[in-house]
């Protein structure tokens, strides 16, 4: 969806279709290995979340490496998470509901949808940071996965905002701490977890890349209009609509983020937090 929009403002930006091809499978190397593999001549671009970074540790693609086969160009927005719990979890804020987890070793499950996520990586920080034993039930489909926190089969999600905030509104499930530096626009009483854990880090990003090898002024020149669309007010509309914060940056500056990403997989891989599929 994000990838639309920004290809939809593009395309009026350069006058000719920008299309989005999905390519899905193997949790994302689908489309990073054929993104890696396309011409760099500016014409195919590749717009990853931070699963990108994940697999680079969790589930390399045999002799590709996305820090050395992709050029970033810009980050698109960020997505920041929620801890949420299900109604019956007898806490109401982030240290009570650790003192629970640690008083109940074993006892509490979340859910997951795949293998490095940033929920999946967001709990098993908390996990780790805290001293907590709180496990993950695998799911295929996200709704499948609300519907048992709702109800209580399982009581812990980290997740986007849009995916549960219905429920949060109906008292079905509570907020209990919130990722990034700034309390979310949508739910702006719940507090930030980074008030308690500084180095906690899970939030989903977007990003443009091109093939390696592409010339520095197309970089420079997609970076811009990248840049220009994101600046639009109704591109910022439609986004923040869905809790999408808009965020441009320079290649570097994505470059860092994905550098970040990948040597937290790395810490959590070494203190046997996650462990490859």
Known sequence: MVARVVAQKLSEIWNQPV??????????????????????DGYTLFFPTQTVAVNARLAPIPGLDPLKDLVPISTTGFVELMLVVNGGVPAKTLAEFIAHAKANPGTLNYGLTSVGTSGHLGVEQLNNLAGLDIRSVPYTAIANLIADLVSGRIQVFFTPPASVISHIQASKLRALAATGTKRLALLPDVPLIKDSFPSLEASTWFGVFAPARTPADIVSRVNADVRRALDQADVKQRLAGTGVETAASTPEELRG?????????????????????
Do not use: C, F, H, W
């Open 257 to 277: 983020v994905m550098e970040r990403d990948i040597a937290l997989v790395e810490n959590l891989l070494k203190r046997g937090a996650i462990k490859a599929p």
């Open 19 to 40: 299309l989005v091809e999905n390519r899905v499978g193997a949790n994302g190397n689908i489309g990073t290995e054929a993104a890696m593999k396309a011409s760099p």
